[in-house]
């Protein structure tokens, strides 16, 4: 995630932009899906998995709101 992060600012393009965060926030969704197995195999505790899993929603809501604003221009 964090490297297509950096290649978002980057980008050469508002278009390209667009493409590049669309990747980010779909790695942010794989994230929380792996955040889900490893809390049913009981890997980590419920306590790290409730942080962690806050802050991927975190993400994604920024993200978003960044992908709108970029559509907006």
Do not use: G
């Not at 899906?33 to 806050?54: C, Q, R």
């Not at 709101?65 to 559509?71: A, D, G, N, W």
């Amino acid at each position: 995630m964090a490297a297509n992060y950096r290649a978002v600012s980057r980008a050469r393009s508002e278009k390209e932009k667009f493409a590049k965060l669309c990747i980010v926030v779909e790695e942010i969704d794989e994230t929380q899906l792996w955040l889900e197995i490893i809390e049913e195999l009981e890997y980590l505790s419920p306590e790290k998995i409730i942080h962690l899993k806050s802050e991927c929603e975190e993400l994604v809501e920024v993200m978003t709101k960044y992908k709108f604003r970029l559509s907006q221009l």
